[in-house]
């Protein structure tokens, strides 16, 4: 398994511009996830899913949106883009509970880091 | 909602030493609370987690106590190496609704050979 796909890795935008940071994963997970993570900080939830069809705003969706049309894919897009939304953005990806086994650890991206000038 | 706090925010410490890291969390329904390891550039990676219903875990050098009363949990690194010079994160999570990780601002761990 490649586990949690994203692209690109880097990317720099102008300000005004839109672009859609992929994700996609191949472990079957019904729940994903968005995180960025600004310099220094801990990392803030966007958006996420808990299936395909299936999405709601986490704790700082602003300028975001986001489509889950699949399991495997959930992308974020960004509309038009400020300089506020320079940061690393992390996707990832976990199982539903299973008998006797709740909280299933997230899978992490490698992150796509994104500047805006 | 969630919030999770954590301290310190930076710790350096000699090579063989011991180091501590604390967080504290707001929402009592949170079950579940792993942390993860972060190296310059890198993805998170969970290096050792524990849930609710138990106080301790332990896994080699590295163990975590949760404190439900407190709403405190740790992270305890013993002897430690160079190589264990990262950013350390913990979060904190519920078994319900989106199931989403909260997490701390960060411990960068600096171990001095």
């Known amino acids: 398994n490649a586990g949690v796909t994203q692209t690109p890795k880097f990317r720099i935008l102008k300000i005004g511009q839109s672009m859609t940071l992929q994700c996609t994963q191949d472990?079957?997970?019904?729940?994903m996830y968005w995180y960025r993570q600004d310099p220094g900080m801990g990392l803030k939830l966007i958006y996420y899913?808990?299936?395909?069809?299936?999405?709601d705003k986490g704790e700082v969706p602003n300028g975001y949106n986001v489509s889950r049309s699949t399991t495997e894919d959930f992308p974020l897009r960004l509309e038009l883009a400020a300089p506020s939304q320079t940061s690393v953005y992390f996707c990832?990806?976990?199982?539903?509970?299973?008998?006797?086994?709740?909280?299933?650890?997230?899978?992490f991206g490698d992150g796509t880091r994104l500047s805006i000038l | 909602g969630e919030n999770v706090e954590q301290h310190p925010s930076t710790l350096s410490v000699q090579e063989g030493d011991s180091a501590v890291i604390k967080c504290t969390y707001s929402?009592?329904?949170?079950?579940?609370f792993p942390w993860y390891k972060q190296e310059l550039g890198k993805r998170p990676q969970l290096i050792i987690d524990?849930?609710?219903?138990?106080g301790e875990k332990k896994d080699q050098r590295i163990a975590v106590t949760l404190n439900k009363t407190a709403k405190h949990f740790s992270l305890h690194i013993t002897e430690t190496q160079p190589e264990d010079s990262a950013v350390y994160f913990c979060?904190?999570?519920?078994?319900?609704?989106?199931?989403?990780?909260?997490f701390g601002s960060g411990t960068r761990l600096q171990v001095q050979p």
């Open positions: 472990m079957n997970h019904n729940y």
């Open positions: 899913s808990v299936g395909a069809g299936i999405t």
């Open positions: 979060a904190a999570s519920s078994d319900m609704g989106r199931r989403a990780l909260t």
């Open positions: 990832a990806s976990r199982t539903p509970n299973r008998t006797g086994k709740n909280n299933q650890p997230q899978h």
């Open positions: 929402d009592s329904a949170s079950n579940y």
């Open positions: 524990i849930r609710s219903n138990v």
